[in-house]
C-alpha cells in the first residue's frame, strides 16, 4: 500500500491537538506578527497515527532482524534503558535549573565518567560531544590546543588508509593538513611507513583499533611509542571500542584520546541515524583542554563549571548547547549496571565469538582478504564474485530478499569491494546459521551466473533499487504544492 | 561454536592482543545487575532531581518546557524507527526516508526558506556550521555576530572557528540598545548572525541587516532558539536569510537537560551543495514508482573525506521524527495556536511580573520569553525563589558571570504548561523575596 | 519469513531476565515442591522483543487501517489513554490498599460513574463487570434479584431475534429460558407480536438499540410502555451506545438497565479480544440490586462497601474480584475528558454521518435490505450476490487484498449473507472514499463472474484461508515436544 | 458528505428517534478540553494514592507486586496488538492468534494440565466458570468449596451459583486446621474446588481428595491465586486436578488497582469441549502451510446461542500477552528462580516478623505469603502502619468483616520487589506499633 506525504492528505481545517484557548492578554509581539499561511497540513491524530506506523512498516531494524553493518554495531537496545530515560526525573528537568535541583543529573554524568575511565584507563573524560563524528573533533581540538599551550605549530595529522572518513574529514576541520598511512598486507598500519611520515610537523596519529578491518593492531605498542616519540598525540577512534570492552583498556595500548559511541558500544538506539552521543575519553596531558561544562564535586554536592576559569581555565571552549545528551547517558548507564563488569568482558568475547563463527562459516564460500582471528567483524573482498558479473552491490541488495539487512559495503578502502559483517553479541546460534547459510547460497548463485536474479534484487521490498544518481542530479529536497497555474487548469 | 572456527577458547581469539594490556580480571566496578535493581537506582538518583513539571516552573533561555503529545512518544518507540540505522539501504528503509523528506519539508516551511538538511545535533552546533557553511560559500572567513545570540551559540561558533582559523567579531550582550551590525560588515566578512527573537526575548525585523550585508557580499544567518515563536513573527525567509540555525527541542521533544535536542538548518537552493548534514531526496525506484534515498552525499565525509563540508555523519534522526510528529499533529491551525497561546501566556505573565514592586521589564517586544530587571542579583533571587518551590527562570549570570552589568537580569519564559496559577504563585513569591 | 513457535527456538540454557540472588532463608515450602523441569524454553531478551516484533508485524489493526467490523466499534484509540493508566498512582495500587491510600483511585471510579450516569440518564450504575457480556450478566441478575425481592417468579426472557449472542447465553446462564422476538419487515423488532408474548411468566425483554441492524427502534416508547405494563424489565444491549451518546438518554426511551462496552463507545482499546470493561447503569428500581463492591461518599472521603450489608443490603452479590477494570476506568475517563459533553455529541454525529455517507455510497451496488438513513452502522445483504457463486466469505476475503479488514459477515441473522459495516467517527472522508471505492469495484467484479478470484483471496497475507474445519475435528491446542521415540528414530 | 447522502443535516439522519427522547443541548457535563489540561487533571487524581511502589509495600491476597520487565510494556503497546480486535479474520491476524496458542501451551505447562483456554476475565470468574463447566460435565449442580479459597472467589462462584441455581456448600475458613473435604461430597456433587496455596497462605498435596472426588464421580477444581508459585510447588495437574482455575496477573501485568487481570483456565483433553472461553487451534492454509484459527467456536454464545457453555466473549487478551512475553523471558530458569526468589524472601520476612514480641506466623507451609495472628485488630494495626510509610499487609478482616475469630489476622506478602531494608523497616514499625 502507498503511503502518500502528509502533505497530499486530505486536510481541510483539521488539527490533531486540542490545545486550550489562549488567555485574554496585550498582544507584544511588536510589529514583526507573521503574516499569512505558513502551508501546513491539518490532519486528525487517528490519520497522523495510523501514517507513521504504515511508515515504520517499511523499515528494517534490530526489532524485526540481523543488522550486519560492519563498524555501525546495531546490537540490541534494552527497553529498560528506554523506561529509565523517561523518568521525569530525568527527562523533565531544565539544564539550567539551579545546581541544588538537579544533583542527580549530575551524579548520572559523573557515574557515567567513571565507568568510561575505569573501562579505558584514561583519567579524563569530556561528556557533551553530541556524537562519534563530535567526538573526533573535540579530541582533535584538544590536542590542537595543548600542542598551541606549549607553543608549538604542527600541522599535520596522519590518518590510517583504512579509517572511517570522519577522521580526515575531523583533522580538516580543525585546521591540520592530512595525511594517509599506509596499510600493509596483513591489514594493519604499516609501522615503517608510518615512522617516516612522523616528524615534528605531525600534531596527531589517527588509528581505529580494532581496527575497519576488524583486525587488532598487533604493534599497536610500537605505533604509539613511535608517536609519542615524535611528540604529537595518539588519537584512537573507539567506535569498534565494543569489541575489546572490559578486556583491554586503551590507555594500556598507549592511547592519547579516544572518543566512545554510546550509541554502539553501550546500546543506546541509533534512532534511524541518532541521536548519539560520543565522550571523550583523554590522558592527563590533554585533560586540561577537555570542553566546557565540566561537572566536579564541591562542597554542596556536584558543580557545574561553564567558564574557562579556575580549574578550567585551559578549557577549549564549548561544543554545543548546555550539558551533552543526557538522555543518552542515562540508558547508557543503565545498560552498563546492567552488565557490570563482568557482564561487559562477556560482551566483548561474545562479540568476537560470533563474528569469528561467521569467518569461519564463510571463509570458504567467499574471500577473505587477511587471515584471522578477527575481532568483533569479519572482512571480505569481492574476489569470489570475479567473472560472475555479480558485485558487492548485487549481493547487498539480494540478501534484503532474503530477509536480511546488507552489510557494510565497500569500506573500508583498503580491500576490494569489500563487505563488512559485524553479527555482535545479541545475536543467537540460530540466527548465525540462518545466515550463513543464506550467504553461501547466494554465492553459490553468483558461481552459477544467476546475474540477472541478482540485478533485479531487491523485489519483495516496498521498493526495488532507487535511482541514486538522478537524484543527486536534480535534487528534490521537499514536498512543493503543485502550481497555481496547472490546478487551474484541471 | 569454538569447533567450527577451531580454537581452544574464546580468548584464544583474542591472539593478536599485546600480552601486557590484556586483562583477565574483570575491572573495578559494580558487578551486573538486574532490571529491579538498575530501575531502583536509577529511580534513586532522578528522585534527586526536581522535575520542572513538579513545580511553577519559567525557565527558557534556549530550552522550553512545551506538551508533547502521547502519540508522539508512542511512535518514536516503535522498533522499527527506533532500531534502525541510517537509511543506506533506501530499499528497506523508506519509513525512515519518507519521514526525513517530511521534516525538511516542515523546516523549509516554517522558516520560509527553500530547503533543509535532515536535521543536526543542536541549536547550538547549527550555528556554527552555518558559520562555517557562510565561510565555504564566500570564500571568507570573518563572521560578526550579534550580541542577541544565545551565549552557547556564540562560544560553540568561537570554538569551532578558533580551531578553523576563522576570526570572529562579536557585539556586547545588551538588553536594551540596538546595535549596530551592518557597520560591523566588511568586505572580508562572510556573514552576520543574529537571533530573533534574540536571548533577551526581542523580535527584530532584519530585512535592513540582509540588505546591508547582502551589499556587502555577506550572507545573513538567522538563529532561532524558540522554533515556536516561527507560528507568531515573521520568519526568516521573508527578511532575507541566506541560513537559518534553529534549536528545535520545543516541537516534539522533552527538555532532558538539555541534551539531546535536534538542530534545524535551512538555506536556500542556490547554496544546497555547501549545506552541511544528511539530506534526503526524492526519486524513483526500478519500477517507475516514488521513493526516497539519501543524496548529494558527496558533500559527506564519507565519500570525501578531508574535503567535506562538515565532519558531521549523524544527525538527530529520532528527535526529527518526534519533530515530525508533533509538528504533523500540529498543522497550521495547531502551530500558529500554540503561539498564540505561548504569546499569551508570556504577555500575562509579563503583567503580573511587572506589578511586582522594584522589577522592570526590559523588553519593547517579545514572544514568550522577557528580561526582567530585579532590584538585587538575579542569581540570588532564584535560589531564594528554589527555596519557595519556584522555579524561577535563568539570571543572566549563569550565561554571563563575567558581565557584572547583566547580573540583575532575569530572563523569564512561559509557555503552554504554565497554569495561571504557577504565575500568580510566582509573582507572590517574588514580592515576598524581593521584600 | 516465517515465525517459529517460541518453543521450537534454539534455546539451551538461556534467560531473559536477569534475577537477583535470593537470599538465604529457610526453606518453608513444606512437602510439595515441584519436582522435575516444566518445559519452558529459554530465550534471551533480544530473540524475544524480535519474535513478537515480527508476530505484530502479521496483525491488521485500527493503527494500520480501517476496520469496519459492524458492532464491533473499532474506533482510534488515542494514546494520551494509555499514558494516563500506567500513572504509579493508578497502575501500581493494589486493591486492598488502606482506602485513605487509594482516594484518588476511587474518586476516578466516582467520576466516570458519574458521566456514565448523566449520559444515560440513570441513577446508578454497577462498575465491576469485566467486559460487555459480563455486564449483561450483571444486568439480568439484577432483574431476577428484583423479581426475587417482590417474590415474583418469572422465568421468561424475550429476545430480539436480531441480538447478539451473548444476549440468549447470558439469559440462559441466569436459568432463564429464552424466547425470540421476531424483527418486522422495517428490520424493527415487531411490537404486536412482543405484545402477544408478554405476560406475568416474563421477567424482562433483551433489545438492542440501536438495533444490529443498525437501526434506530422507532417505536421504542411503545416497547418500554408495554414491557413495563407487563410487569417486566427493559434490558438494552448498550454494544451500538456510541450511536446516540450525548443525543439521546437511554432512560428517555424507558430502558431499565444497560451495559455499556468503554471499549466500543469510550475508545479503550480492543487488546486483540480484551481485557474490556462493562459497567451496567440502573434504573431506581433496580439500583439496590447492584453487585459489589459500591464506592460510596463518606465521612473521610470515599468509602468501599464490600458487603451486602447497610445499603447495599440487597447487592446482588460479587462478579469478580476486586474493583473492576481500573486501567480501563481511568482511559475511559482521560476519553471523556478529552471530548466533553460537546465533544461526545459529536462523536454520535460523525460515527452516524460516516455510516450514512457509506450507505448512500455503496446502495446502489451492493443491495441494503432497509430503508435509511441507518445509524452507526450500515448493513447489506448479499441479494447482490445472487447467480454470482460469490458469497459474503469471498467479498471479506478478497476485501483483505485491497488492504482492508473485512466487516461483520453473516450477523445480524435476520438478513441473509449479511455485512455489516461501521466506519466509526475517526476514520476520514478520504479512507471512506477509497473503501466504497474498492468495494464498488468488488461488486462489479462479482458480476463480472471473476469467481476465481474471490474464491483464492487472499493471496497477499501472511497466510491464506485457514482450514478451520480440520482444527475443529482434531483440535491441537498447544505445542507438545516431539515424541522421544520420533527423535531418537531420526 | 451530506449531498451526497441526500438529506440537510446531520440531525436529520436521526429522525427515528422519538422527540421526546432527543436532546439538542449538550449534557451537563464539562466540555472537551486539551491533553495538557486532562493529563494534569489524572495526575493531580493519582497523586491522591499512595503507590505501592512508593514505600515499603506487603499486600497480596490474590494481587501481587512483581517486577514486569520493560520489554513486557513496551510489547503490548504496539499498535497492531492493542488496536486489534478478536481474532475473527485468521489471515490478517496470525500475529494475535499465534501468542495465544503459545499462551495456551505455556498455561498448560506451568499447571501440568492438557490444554488451557485463551484467558479468563480474572482468576474470581474463572473459578465460578470452573464450577459451571465442572455442572455441565457431571450433569449435577452442587459443588463443594474450601475454606482456602480466596474468598472474592467463592463470594463470585456464589453468586453465579444463585443465579443458575446451583447448590454450593462451603467450608469455613481457618488458617490452622485442616478440613476434611472428602467427607462433604456426596454423589450429588459435581466438583471439589481446592486453593493452592491456599488463602491464607498454606501448601497442599491434594492427591488424597482427588481420588476420593473421582470416587464419586465428582472433578477436582484446583485455583491458584499466585502463579508465581507454580514455578516452585507441586503443578495441579500432578496432584489429580480436573480443571485449573487461575490469576496470572503476577506474570506480565501491574496491580493497577485489581483489574484489568488475567484468569487462567485449564483441564484435560477429555473436557475440552465442555470448557468456556476461546480457544486457538493450530490448522494448515489452502497452501497447506501451519496456521492458526480460533476453534471449537460451537462452543460459544455467537453460534449456539443459549446453548453456549458461557456467555464470554473476550477473553483478557493483552493481559494475556503481557503474560507471555514475561513468561517468555524467564523461561524454564526464570520462572522457577522468580519462584525460589520469592519464598526466599518470604521466609526471610517471617523471621524478621516473627521476632516481633507478640506476633506468631500461624503457617506451617508457606509460599510467599503468610498469615500472622498479632495480639489486637490486624485491620488497626494496619492503618496505623500507614502513619509510618509502610503498607503492612491485608487484615482478614478486610475479606471477613463478619468472622470476628480471624480480625487479629494479618496476611503478609513479600515478593522479588521487596528489599531487606524494606522487611526491616516493617518489622520496627510494627513493634513500634505493638508496643
Given at each position: 500500500?502507498?503511503?502518500?506525504?502528509?502533505?497530499?492528505?486530505?486536510?481541510?481545517?483539521?488539527?490533531?491537538?486540542?490545545?486550550?484557548?489562549?488567555?485574554k492578554?496585550?498582544n507584544?509581539?511588536g510589529?514583526?506578527?507573521?503574516?499569512?499561511?505558513?502551508?501546513?497540513?491539518?490532519?486528525?491524530?487517528p490519520?497522523?497515527v495510523?501514517h507513521?506506523?504504515?511508515?515504520?512498516?517499511?523499515?528494517?531494524?534490530?526489532?524485526?532482524?540481523?543488522?550486519?553493518?560492519?563498524?555501525?554495531?546495531?546490537?540490541?537496545?534494552?527497553?529498560?534503558?528506554?523506561?529509565?530515560?523517561?523518568?521525569?526525573?530525568?527527562?523533565?528537568?531544565?539544564?539550567?535549573?539551579?545546581?541544588?535541583?538537579?544533583?542527580?543529573?549530575?551524579?548520572?554524568?559523573?557515574?557515567?565518567?567513571?565507568?568510561?575511565?575505569?573501562?579505558?584507563?584514561?583519567?579524563?573524560?569530556?561528556?557533551?560531544?553530541?556524537?562519534?563524528?563530535?567526538?573526533?573533533?573535540?579530541?582533535?581540538?584538544?590536542?590542537?590546543?595543548?600542542?598551541?599551550?606549549?607553543?608549538?605549530?604542527?600541522?599535520?595529522?596522519?590518518v590510517?588508509?583504512?579509517?572511517?572518513?570522519?577522521?580526515?574529514?575531523?583533522a580538516?576541520?580543525?585546521?591540520?593538513?592530512?595525511?594517509?598511512?599506509?596499510?600493509?598486507?596483513?591489514?594493519?598500519?604499516?609501522?615503517?611507513?608510518l615512522?617516516?611520515?612522523?616528524?615534528?610537523?605531525?600534531?596527531?596519529?589517527?588509528?581505529?583499533?580494532?581496527?575497519?578491518?576488524?583486525?587488532?593492531?598487533?604493534?599497536?605498542?610500537?605505533?604509539?611509542?613511535?608517536?609519542?616519540?615524535?611528540?604529537?598525540?595518539?588519537?584512537?577512534?573507539?567506535?569498534?571500542?565494543?569489541?575489546?570492552?572490559?578486556?583491554?583498556?586503551?590507555?594500556?595500548?598507549?592511547?592519547?584520546?579516544?572518543?566512545?559511541?554510546?550509541?554502539?558500544?553501550?546500546?543506546t538506539?541509533?534512532?534511524?541515524?541518532?541521536?548519539?552521543?560520543?565522550?571523550?575519553?583523554?590522558?592527563?596531558?590533554?585533560?586540561?583542554?577537555?570542553?566546557?561544562?565540566?561537572?566536579?564535586?564541591?562542597?554542596?554536592?556536584?558543580?557545574?563549571?561553564?567558564?574557562?576559569?579556575?580549574?578550567?581555565?585551559?578549557?577549549?571552549?564549548?561544543?554545543?548547547?548546555?550539558?551533552?545528551?543526557?538522555?543518552?547517558?542515562?540508558?547508557?548507564?543503565?545498560?552498563?549496571?546492567?552488565?557490570?563488569?563482568?557482564?561487559?568482558?562477556?560482551?566483548?568475547?561474545?562479540?568476537?565469538?560470533?563474528?569469528?563463527?561467521?569467518?569461519?562459516?564463510?571463509?570458504?564460500?567467499?574471500?577473505?582478504?587477511?587471515?584471522?582471528?578477527?575481532?568483533?567483524?569479519?572482512?571480505?573482498?569481492?574476489?569470489?564474485?570475479?567473472?560472475?558479473?555479480?558485485?558487492?552491490?548485487?549481493?547487498?541488495?539480494?540478501?534484503?530478499?532474503?530477509?536480511?539487512?546488507?552489510m557494510?559495503?565497500?569500506?573500508?578502502?583498503?580491500v576490494?569491494?569489500?563487505?563488512?559483517?559485524?553479527?555482535?553479541?545479541?545475536?543467537?546460534?540460530?540466527?548465525?546459521?540462518?545466515?550463513?547459510?543464506?550467504?553461501?547460497?547466494?554465492?553459490?548463485?553468483?558461481?552459477?551466473?544467476?546475474?540477472?536474479?541478482?540485478?533485479?534484487?531487491?523485489?519483495?521490498?516496498?521498493?526495488?533499487?532507487?535511482?541514486?544518481?538522478?537524484?543527486?542530479?536534480?535534487?528534490?529536497?521537499?514536498?512543493?504544492?503543485?502550481?497555481?497555474?496547472?490546478?487551474?487548469?484541471? | 561454536?569454538?569447533?567450527?572456527?577451531?580454537?581452544?577458547?574464546?580468548?584464544?581469539?583474542?591472539?593478536?592482543?599485546?600480552?601486557?594490556?590484556?586483562?583477565?580480571?574483570?575491572?573495578?566496578?559494580?558487578?551486573h545487575?538486574?532490571?529491579?535493581?538498575?530501575?531502583?537506582?536509577?529511580?534513586?538518583?532522578?528522585?534527586?532531581?526536581?522535575p520542572?513539571?513538579?513545580?511553577?516552573?519559567?525557565?527558557?533561555?534556549?530550552?522550553?518546557?512545551?506538551?508533547?503529545?502521547?502519540?508522539?512518544?508512542?511512535?518514536?518507540?516503535?522498533?522499527?524507527?527506533?532500531?534502525?540505522?541510517?537509511?543506506?539501504?533506501?530499499?528497506?528503509?523508506?519509513?525512515?526516508?519518507?519521514?526525513?523528506?517530511?521534516f525538511?519539508?516542515?523546516?523549509?516551511?516554517i522558516?520560509?526558506?527553500?530547503?533543509?538538511?535532515?536535521?543536526?545535533?543542536?541549536?547550538?552546533?547549527?550555528?556554527?556550521?552555518?558559520?562555517?557553511?557562510?565561510?565555504?560559500?564566500?570564500?571568507?572567513?570573518?563572521?560578526?555576530?550579534?550580541?542577541?545570540?544565545?551565549?552557547?551559540?556564540?562560544?560553540?561558533?568561537?570554538?569551532?572557528?578558533?580551531?578553523?582559523?576563522?576570526?570572529i567579531?562579536?557585539?556586547?550582550?545588551?538588553?536594551?540598545?540596538?546595535?549596530?551590525?551592518?557597520?560591523?560588515?566588511?568586505?572580508?566578512?562572510?556573514?552576520?548572525?543574529?537571533?530573533?527573537?534574540?536571548?533577551?526575548?526581542?523580535?527584530?525585523?532584519?530585512?535592513?541587516?540582509?540588505?546591508?550585508?547582502?551589499?556587502?557580499?555577506?550572507?545573513?544567518?538567522?538563529?532561532?532558539?524558540?522554533?515556536?515563536?516561527?507560528?507568531?513573527?515573521?520568519?526568516?525567509?521573508?527578511?532575507?536569510?541566506?541560513?537559518?540555525?534553529?534549536?528545535?527541542?520545543?516541537?516534539?521533544?522533552?527538555?532532558?537537560?538539555?541534551?539531546?535536542?535536534?538542530?534545524?538548518?535551512?538555506?536556500?537552493?542556490?547554496?544546497?551543495?555547501?549545506?552541511?548534514?544528511?539530506?534526503?531526496?526524492?526519486?524513483?525506484?526500478?519500477?517507475?514508482?516514488?521513493?526516497w534515498?539519501?543524496?548529494?552525499?558527496?558533500?559527506?565525509?564519507?565519500?570525501?573525506?578531508e574535503?567535506?563540508?562538515?565532519?558531521?555523519?549523524?544527525?538527530?534522526?529520532?528527535?526529527?521524527?518526534?519533530?515530525?510528529?508533533?509538528?504533523?499533529?500540529?498543522?497550521?491551525?495547531?502551530?500558529?495556536?500554540?503561539?498564540?497561546?505561548?504569546?499569551?501566556?508570556?504577555?500575562?505573565?509579563?503583567?503580573?511580573?511587572?506589578?511586582?514592586?522594584?522589577?522592570?521589564?526590559?523588553?519593547?517586544?517579545?514572544?514568550?520569553?522577557?528580561?526582567?530587571?530585579?532590584?538585587?542579583?538575579?542569581?540570588?533571587?532564584?535560589?531564594?525563589?528554589?527555596?519557595?518551590g519556584?522555579?524561577?527562570?535563568?539570571?543572566?549570570?549563569?550565561?554571563?558571570?563575567?558581565?557584572?552589568?547583566?547580573?540583575?537580569?532575569?530572563?523569564?519564559?512561559?509557555?503552554?504548561?504554565?497554569?495561571?496559577?504557577?504565575?500568580?504563585?510566582?509573582?507572590?513569591?517574588?514580592?515576598?523575596?524581593?521584600?
Open positions: 500500500i502507498e503511503e502518500p506525504l502528509l502533505f497530499e492528505r486530505d486536510s481541510e481545517g483539521r488539527c490533531g491537538v486540542d490545545l486550550p484557548a489562549p488567555p492578554a496585550k507584544r509581539l510589529t514583526n506578527a507573521r503574516k499569512g499561511r505558513i502551508g501546513l497540513p491539518g490532519i486528525s491524530e490519520e497522523i495510523r507513521f506506523t504504515r511508515l515504520s512498516q517499511k523499515n528494517y531494524a534490530i526489532d524485526t532482524g540481523l543488522y550486519p553493518l560492519g563498524s555501525c554495531t546495531m546490537k540490541h537496545n534494552p527497553r529498560l534503558n528506554e523506561k529509565m530515560a523517561r523518568l521525569a526525573g530525568f527527562a523533565d528537568i531544565h539544564p539550567l535549573q539551579p545546581v541544588s535541583t538537579v544533583q542527580g543529573a549530575l551524579a548520572v554524568i559523573d557515574q557515567l565518567a567513571h565507568w568510561l575511565k575505569v573501562l579505558t584507563g584514561m583519567p579524563a573524560v569530556a561528556m557533551s560531544p553530541a556524537a562519534g563524528a563530535h567526538g573526533e573533533l573535540c579530541g582533535m581540538m584538544a590536542i590542537r590546543a595543548a600542542h598551541q599551550a606549549k607553543g608549538e605549530t604542527r600541522n599535520k595529522v596522519l590510517a588508509e583504512s579509517a572511517h572518513g570522519t577522521n580526515p574529514a575531523t580538516a576541520a580543525c585546521g591540520f593538513t592530512v595525511e594517509a598511512v599506509p596499510a600493509n598486507a596483513r591489514g594493519r598500519v604499516d609501522l615503517a611507513a615512522k617516516a611520515q612522523l616528524g615534528p610537523d605531525v600534531a596527531a596519529v589517527m588509528l581505529t583499533n580494532p581496527n575497519t578491518c576488524g583486525l587488532f593492531e598487533t604493534e599497536i605498542r610500537e605505533i604509539s611509542d613511535a608517536v609519542h616519540a615524535a611528540g604529537a598525540y595518539f588519537y584512537c577512534d573507539g567506535a569498534n571500542f565494543n569489541a575489546i570492552v572490559g578486556r583491554v583498556r586503551p590507555a594500556d595500548l598507549g592511547v592519547d584520546v579516544m572518543h566512545i559511541n554510546l550509541h554502539k558500544t553501550f546500546s538506539p541509533h534512532g534511524g541515524g541518532g541521536p548519539g552521543a560520543g565522550p571523550v575519553v583523554l590522558a592527563a596531558a590533554l585533560a586540561p583542554f577537555a570542553p566546557l561544562p565540566w561537572v566536579v564535586h564541591g562542597k554542596n554536592g556536584f558543580e557545574v563549571l561553564e567558564k574557562a576559569e579556575g580549574a578550567a581555565t585551559q578549557a577549549l571552549g564549548r561544543l554545543k548547547g548546555f550539558h551533552g545528551q543526557m538522555g543518552m547517558f542515562v540508558r547508557a548507564l543503565a545498560y552498563m549496571m546492567s552488565h557490570g563488569a563482568d557482564g561487559l568482558r562477556q560482551v566483548a568475547s561474545d562479540a568476537v565469538l560470533n563474528a569469528n563463527y561467521v569467518l569461519a562459516g564463510l571463509k570458504d564460500d567467499l574471500t577473505a582478504p587477511f587471515e584471522g582471528p578477527c575481532m568483533h567483524e569479519a572482512l571480505f573482498d569481492d574476489r569470489f564474485l570475479k567473472d560472475t558479473g555479480v558485485t558487492t552491490l548485487d549481493v547487498a541488495k539480494a540478501l534484503i530478499d532474503e530477509g536480511f539487512h546488507p557494510t559495503m565497500y569500506f573500508p578502502l583498503v576490494h569491494g569489500a563487505l563488512l559483517i559485524e553479527p555482535t553479541e545479541t545475536e543467537s546460534k540460530a540466527t548465525l546459521d540462518r545466515f550463513i547459510g543464506v550467504l553461501k547460497a547466494l554465492a553459490a548463485e553468483a558461481r552459477e551466473g544467476k546475474v540477472d536474479k541478482f540485478r533485479a534484487a531487491p523485489t519483495l521490498t516496498p521498493r526495488r533499487r532507487l535511482d541514486e544518481t538522478s537524484a543527486a542530479r536534480q535534487p528534490v529536497l521537499r514536498w512543493k504544492p503543485e502550481e497555481p497555474a496547472r490546478t487551474a487548469a484541471e | 561454536m569454538l569447533v567450527a572456527i577451531g580454537v581452544p577458547s574464546v580468548d584464544a581469539l583474542f591472539r593478536d592482543v599485546p600480552k601486557a594490556a590484556w586483562r583477565d580480571e574483570p575491572f573495578d566496578l559494580p558487578p545487575q538486574g532490571e529491579l535493581e538498575v530501575e531502583r537506582a536509577l529511580a534513586r538518583l532522578a528522585a534527586q532531581n526536581v520542572a513539571g513538579s513545580v511553577p516552573s519559567f525557565l527558557g533561555a534556549g530550552a522550553y518546557r512545551h506538551h508533547v503529545p502521547a502519540t508522539v512518544d508512542h511512535i518514536i518507540q516503535r522498533g522499527e524507527f527506533m532500531t534502525s540505522y541510517t537509511p543506506y539501504q533506501p530499499e528497506v528503509t523508506q519509513g525512515t526516508l519518507q519521514y526525513l523528506f517530511e525538511q519539508t516542515q523546516v523549509a516551511l522558516t520560509g526558506m527553500d530547503v533543509a538538511n535532515a536535521s543536526m545535533y543542536d541549536g547550538a552546533s547549527a550555528t556554527a556550521e552555518a558559520v562555517m557553511m557562510a565561510n565555504r560559500v564566500t570564500r571568507r572567513s570573518r563572521a560578526v555576530l550579534s550580541g542577541g545570540l544565545h551565549p552557547h551559540y556564540r562560544e560553540t561558533t568561537e570554538t569551532n572557528a578558533r580551531f578553523a582559523g576563522v576570526t567579531v562579536a557585539a556586547d550582550p545588551h538588553p536594551e540598545a540596538d546595535e549596530d551590525l551592518a557597520a560591523l560588515i566588511d568586505d572580508k566578512t562572510s556573514c552576520v548572525v543574529v537571533q530573533n527573537p534574540d536571548f533577551f526575548g526581542r523580535i527584530r525585523d532584519y530585512s535592513a541587516l540582509a540588505a546591508a550585508a547582502h551589499a556587502k557580499g555577506a550572507l545573513l544567518v538567522v538563529v532561532v532558539s524558540e522554533i515556536v515563536s516561527l507560528g507568531a513573527i515573521t520568519p526568516p525567509g521573508e527578511m532575507g536569510a541566506d541560513i537559518v540555525a534553529a534549536e528545535g527541542q520545543s516541537i516534539g521533544n522533552p527538555l532532558t537537560f538539555g541534551g539531546p535536542h535536534v538542530g534545524l538548518f535551512a538555506t536556500r537552493d542556490k547554496y544546497v551543495r555547501q549545506m552541511p548534514g544528511r539530506l534526503v531526496g526524492q526519486t524513483v525506484d526500478a519500477d517507475g514508482r516514488r521513493g534515498v539519501l543524496t548529494l552525499s558527496t558533500r559527506e565525509q564519507h565519500i570525501r573525506r574535503k567535506a563540508t562538515s565532519n558531521i555523519c549523524t544527525n538527530s534522526g529520532l528527535c526529527a521524527l518526534a519533530f515530525t510528529i508533533h509538528m504533523s499533529l500540529l498543522g497550521e491551525i495547531g502551530f500558529t495556536g500554540l503561539a498564540e497561546i505561548n504569546h499569551a501566556h508570556a504577555s500575562l505573565l509579563a503583567e503580573k511580573l511587572e506589578s511586582v514592586p522594584g522589577v522592570t521589564v526590559l523588553n519593547d517586544s517579545f514572544f514568550n520569553e522577557f528580561t526582567m530587571a530585579l532590584p538585587k542579583p538575579a542569581a540570588d533571587v532564584v535560589e531564594a525563589l528554589v527555596g519557595h519556584v522555579l524561577a527562570g535563568v539570571p543572566v549570570s549563569r550565561l554571563y558571570p563575567d558581565r557584572p552589568e547583566l547580573k540583575n537580569l532575569l530572563l523569564v519564559a512561559a509557555t503552554e504548561t504554565n497554569t495561571e496559577a504557577d504565575m500568580d504563585t510566582f509573582a507572590a513569591k517574588l514580592q515576598e523575596v524581593l521584600r
